[in-house]
């Protein structure tokens, strides 16, 4: 250690310092001397407390536990203001803090604050007196350096935590230089330059929102009182931590208010903000303010013009359109917007979302643009111009306008701007824009025919239609009422449907018979066929041939509508005709949504004459042009068809394979009410093919799937099938917690029925005899006399008492003799069958055996005759008739059954007691080897017993003897003590 005196001057003025202590190397003299003690306390726990009332982010709290064990340095924790980073960090830094010995250091870099943000060369002057550092270096260069050093010397590994930084800029410099110290930063920004690990935060699940509430006040009983309330509190609040947080707060505040009070203040939009406030401080739009002030002035304008979009999300190019600039340049200042997190990604790339009460903020910033409603014309006119240049693309197959390179980029664009479409066009109708209105609801026209979203289609028609009259378009007036009844009826609504056409038809009237005319005609014949008016359909259609003035695709159309009023009067023949005839004119491009959805309407009029197969091909043909072009719902239609048409011709694999790619054909990420129904689908058929295990997991996904949407009657199937599922991967516990949701869901739609078919299914699985008469009760209530007598022979499987089992079968066969289920009445004769033989009532055995053999042969039902001969067959052996039973046992054996062990078992017997010991053997021997094959140790008994009586029969009694023990260990293991003590009176009677 040296020690330097205090400096003091001489005579002259020099200065003169004692030095005292061993000096090694060099020393160098200097007016001033700095010098860095080691003595000062350093302040390594500043770490805040954790939030008491933190809730969920279990697996981002993986990940930085994960990042932080890494080896990776420094960890950005980024995401909009008010979704809970600091939150986050400073929890996830107090479950790390054994990993970190040497300390923890916490700064607040201010780096949104209007006071202004904390400058790298203030934050080290901070982190160094923090680590015991008494004197600063003046500069940042000598303090970055400092701070390095400091931290190169600290042995045992240190956490700095920089929460609110804003940009990469204000934490370089106070990165460590060595490896074992961790950095966590948290930002709005995503600081995508720093060479960190990224974690993007996003808002709180429904649920955890909920949980949250619940927290902050104390668990005091009003979420549990209004849970419908509290996750529409949480749904308000857009699930950002900062909002629920103050929602929460102001409850705690009003012990008394109850939560649906606060809810009905939250649901205006246009003050929702205000209300988001608690005291002085705690305010959402304060927390959105800070972020919007840190915008450079091309980033706050978009921002604000973002603001007067009224759609779901938005694209660059309506977003340039918006701003007046060029679509790079828009495209820029969105990535810059979303990189500070007041955007967000939105689907698929080139889209953007804002958070619910972000998207407020716009709206309210929005309201102070200059250009305000010149932009919403620029914004407007985007849309007339290319919706009708995507329209073109679907009419056509080609450039018509600009706008799009190809088919697939403008099916592109509307799909992912239909969310927004009918917002568009109201906002439009509302403002009184007559023109844009009219103009945008008609560019749209034949794009959005073909994706269907029919109810949306219709109310723009209607707006569209009011417009047109505004305008005083007397000519567009009728191709509208159209369009609307077109729609109508694609919605079921015929009267509607009837009304709009009728309204068109005589408005056009007094015109020539043309294209108008004729296409009005067109659509009111399938009002007509809908009517039951088969033959003024013809008439209409008949005469909308007669003009030779068509629009593209009418008259393929007009062959298309005679095909369907054929069809429903009976002419399936007639219907292929006129289908084939609209195929062959079709003079439009081939490569087109609309040819080949003529494609699989002519594979439907194949099928409707009874050639599935040419349907087949024909669909073959329609999927191929709807992946040429990249029409991902036509593929689905067509898809869906297919797996429809190959299951008609038990082509069951094929079927299989269409459903899976119907199904993988959407994204992980979709949550979209068709996906839900695909993948049900798919999970249905999984289950019918035996596929059991993945069964499960995608019944689960639809079960979840549907959940999500709040479909009631989807999940309810969805648990409903899981559950069988679970039952033959043999997780019984899983199959009863979904067949109770099952029934819970089925019960809350008012589907009594589908409930009873559960509790039956619950009956089963549980062998709970009081289920199963719940369910009877129900059925033979509601005179479902087939569900009663499926019913009847649950119950029969279940009861214990012999007598009891074979009343409650022939119950049910009664039942089936009546309605005339013979492929049932089968089944259930054997299963009597089989009750009698096992009361000893051999006759009666063989009796309803012999039914049942007639029966299955007569309907050609190998499986179950197989299973008839086999139990005709034993109760043969019972009565003795040794001969008929090797012959009705042959039967059974020929046409292959699962119960080959049982039918050798009984040959073997037979033969055995006819004194043919070699066949009986033989029988007996490959019985016993397929019970220890399968795992049978009941059958595997009752075969060594009847080999042993075999070796009496052949006079060797000390093999009958061994067979005989053996047979009793076998049987005792398994738990069949009666089988055993047979075994054991029969080895008595040996000696």
Request: charged share 25%; aromatic share 4%; net charge negative.
């Amino acid at each position: 250690m040296i020690g330097i005196s205090s400096g003091r001057t001489n005579g002259v003025g020099d200065t003169h310092n004692e030095l005292h202590g061993d000096v090694h190397g060099v020393l160098y003299q200097a007016r001033t001397i700095n010098v860095f003690g080691e003595h000062a306390v350093p302040a390594l726990m500043g770490l805040p407390r954790p939030e008491p009332a933190f809730t969920g982010r279990a697996t981002e709290l993986a990940r930085l536990a994960a990042a932080l064990r890494g080896g990776d340095q420094a960890v950005v924790v980024s995401g909009l203001g008010g979704v809970g980073k600091s939150t986050l960090v400073i929890r996830a830094a107090h479950d790390a803090l054994e990993q970190f010995p040497g300390g923890v250091l916490f700064l607040n870099l201010h780096g949104y604050s209007p006071e202004g943000r904390v400058e790298p060369a203030d934050a080290l002057a901070t982190l160094l007196r923090d680590l015991g550092t008494p004197q600063i270096p003046p500069t940042p260069a000598g303090r970055e350096t400092l701070y390095r050093s400091v931290l190169a010397k600290r042995t045992e590994p240190i956490l700095i935590v920089l929460d609110n930084a804003s940009s990469s800029e204000q934490v370089r410099p106070l990165l460590p230089g060595v490896a074992r110290h961790r950095v966590l930063v948290t930002s709005r920004h995503t600081l995508g330059d720093l060479g960190a690990v990224h974690i993007d935060l996003n808002v709180l699940g429904d649920d955890d929102a909920t949980v949250l509430i619940d927290t902050v006040l104390g668990a005091d009983g009003r979420v549990r009182a209004e849970p419908e309330a509290a996750a529409t509190l949480g749904r308000l609040c857009g699930y950002l931590p900062l909002a629920v947080r103050i929602a929460a707060s102001i409850l705690a505040d009003d012990v008394a208010m109850p939560i649906s009070e606060l809810v009905d203040a939250l649901r205006g939009e246009a003050t929702r903000l205000k209300e988001l406030v608690y005291g002085e401080d705690l305010a959402v739009r304060n927390a959105f303010d800070l972020s919007f002030r840190r915008l450079t002035a091309t980033q706050q304008r978009m921002f604000a013009l973002l603001g007067l979009h009224p759609g779901a999300q938005i694209g660059f190019r309506c977003a340039a359109a918006l701003a007046e600039v060029s679509e790079r340049e828009a495209r820029r200042t969105l990535d810059e917007l979303r990189r500070a997190h007041m955007i967000l990604v939105g689907e698929p790339r080139g889209w953007f979302r804002f958070h619910d009460l972000v998207r407020l903020h716009a709206v309210d910033e929005s309201g102070a643009l200059p250009d305000r409603d010149a932009a919403i014309r620029r914004m407007l006119r985007h849309y007339a111009r290319t919706g009708l240049a995507a329209n073109s693309w679907v009419l056509y197959n080609d450039r018509r306008y600009d706008g799009f390179d190809s088919l697939r980029e403008a099916l592109d664009w509307f799909e992912a701007e239909l969310p927004s479409l009918r917002a568009v066009v109201t906002l439009t109708h509302d403002a009184g824009y007559h023109d844009l209105t009219r103009e945008i609801a008609f560019g749209f026209t034949t794009i959005w025919a073909n994706h269907g979203h029919t109810e949306d289609f219709v109310e723009v028609q209607r707006m569209a239609l009011a417009a047109t009259r505004a305008l005083g378009d007397s000519q567009r007036v009728p191709v509208t009422l159209r369009n609307i009844g077109r729609s109508l009826l694609a919605m079921g609504d015929v009267a509607g449907a009837d009304a709009a056409l009728t309204e068109a038809s005589y408005l056009v009237a007094a015109l020539p018979y043309g294209a108008e005319r004729s296409s009005i005609d067109t659509h009111l014949a399938l009002v007509r066929d809908r009517q039951d008016r088969c033959d003024e359909a013809i008439e209409l259609l008949n005469r909308a041939l007669t003009t030779d003035d068509h629009y593209i695709g009418m008259l393929p159309a007009i062959y298309a509508s005679l095909s369907i009023v054929h069809r429903h009067r009976g002419d399936p023949v007639a219907a292929l005709h006129f289908r084939q005839q609209a195929t062959d004119v079709y003079d439009g491009p081939k490569e087109s949504i609309d040819f080949a959805s003529h494609l699989a309407d002519l594979a439907d009029a194949h099928a409707g004459t009874g050639d599935v197969q040419k349907a087949v091909e024909v669909l073959g043909d329609a999927l191929a042009v709807m992946r040429n072009i990249g029409f991902l719902p036509g593929q689905r239609d067509v898809l869906w068809r297919l797996a429809g048409y190959h299951a008609t011709l038990k082509q069951y694999d094929l079927q299989l394979r269409y459903l899976r790619a119907r199904a993988g054909s959407f994204t992980d990420g979709d949550r979209s009410a068709q996906r839900a129904e695909a993948v049900l689908e798919l999970g249905k058929c999984l289950y019918r093919n035996r596929i059991y295990d993945e069964a499960v997991e995608v019944l689960r996904l639809s079960a979840e799937l549907h959940a999500h949407l709040r479909v009631v009657i989807g999940e309810a199937h969805s648990q409903d099938w899981l559950s069988y599922a679970c039952r033959d991967v043999e997780d019984l516990a899983s199959a009863e917690v979904a067949a109770r949701r099952a029934l819970e869901l089925y019960r809350q739609a008012g589907r009594d029925d589908d409930a009873a078919h559960v509790t039956r299914g619950l009956g089963n699985l549980r062998q709970d005899v009081a289920e199963l008469e719940i369910a009877l009760d129900h059925f033979r209530t509601k005179g479902l006399r087939l569900e009663e007598a499926d019913t009847l022979r649950d119950i029969a499987r279940v009861l214990s008492d012999r007598p009891a089992r074979i009343r409650t079968l022939s119950a049910a066969v009664e039942i089936l003799r009546d309605l005339g289920e013979p492929a049932r009445l089968a089944n259930a004769l054997n299963a009597l069958s089989n009750a009698h033989a096992n009361d000893e009532d051999h006759a009666g055995a063989e009796a309803t055996a012999r039914e049942a053999v007639a029966l299955a042969r007569e309907l050609g039902l190998a499986d179950e005759e197989a299973l008839a001969c086999l139990r005709l067959g034993r109760a043969l052996v019972k009565k003795g008739d040794h001969a008929g039973a090797i012959e009705s046992l042959g039967r059974a054996l020929a046409h292959g059954t699962e119960d080959v062990s049982d039918i050798h078992y009984h040959l073997g017997v037979a033969h055995r007691e006819r004194g043919d010991l070699d066949r009986a053997r033989e029988h007996l021997t490959t019985a016993l080897d397929l019970d220890r094959r399968d795992g049978m140790p009941r059958s595997e008994g009752l075969s060594l017993c009847e080999l042993g009586k075999l070796s009496q029969a052949a006079g060797d009694l000390t093999e009958a003897r061994r067979l005989g023990a053996r047979s009793i260990e076998v049987l005792t293991a398994a738990g069949e003590t009666t089988a055993a003590d047979n075994t054991r009176t029969w080895l008595d009677s040996l000696s």
